[in-house]
């Protein structure tokens, strides 16, 4: 589901009620972690970041809703809570937004927050910004 807006504001306004207020909820939980978190528009989804890094992104797919996180490797310390979900390298798909799945994404998103320098994947973002 692509959605032409020009910021954050216009994209969530876009969506249908469900999905607004799911998303929402979700950058809730991500101002609430990172009160100094930074929201723009990127590839097309709100897009958060710390100090100048992206760490995530939330966004409305065709069908289903996801929360990417950018330094996927840092999902490995939650291998055994992701079973349950519908994932790729970097997002978790979900289609309604439940209580634990809120629980889960408060504790990704201050985990990531926290240690995306560690990561294995820091740096590279800029780097292949740089070359498109």
């Given at each position: 589901?692509?959605?032409?807006?020009?910021?954050?504001?216009?994209?969530?306004?876009?969506?249908?009620k469900d999905r607004?207020?799911?998303?929402?909820?979700?950058?809730?939980?991500?101002?609430?972690?990172?009160?100094?978190?930074?929201?723009?528009?990127?590839?097309?989804m709100p897009t958060?970041?710390?100090?100048?890094?992206?760490?995530?992104?939330?966004?409305?797919?065709?069908?289903?809703?996801?929360?990417?996180?950018?330094?996927?490797?840092?999902?490995?310390?939650?291998?055994?809570?992701?079973?349950?979900?519908?994932?790729?390298?970097?997002?978790?798909?979900?289609?309604?937004?439940?209580?634990?799945?809120?629980?889960?994404?408060?504790?990704?998103?201050?985990?990531?927050?926290?240690?995306?320098?560690?990561?294995?994947?820091?740096?590279?973002?800029?780097?292949?910004?740089?070359?498109?």
């Amino acid at each position: 589901m692509k959605i032409a807006a020009a910021d954050p504001e216009a994209y969530f306004a876009a969506l249908p009620k469900d999905r607004r207020e799911a998303l929402l909820e979700i950058r809730n939980v991500i101002r609430t972690a990172w009160p100094k978190v930074t929201e723009d528009l990127r590839f097309g989804m709100p897009t958060y970041h710390l100090d100048g890094n992206a760490f995530c992104a939330v966004a409305s797919q065709k069908n289903f809703m996801a929360l990417y996180v950018m330094h996927h490797d840092l999902l490995n310390a939650f291998h055994n809570d992701l079973r349950a979900y519908d994932r790729g390298r970097s997002c978790i798909r979900f289609r309604r937004l439940e209580p634990p799945t809120v629980e889960l994404f408060d504790r990704i998103v201050k985990y990531t927050g926290s240690r995306y320098l560690d990561s294995l994947m820091h740096g590279k973002q800029k780097a292949a910004a740089k070359v498109r």
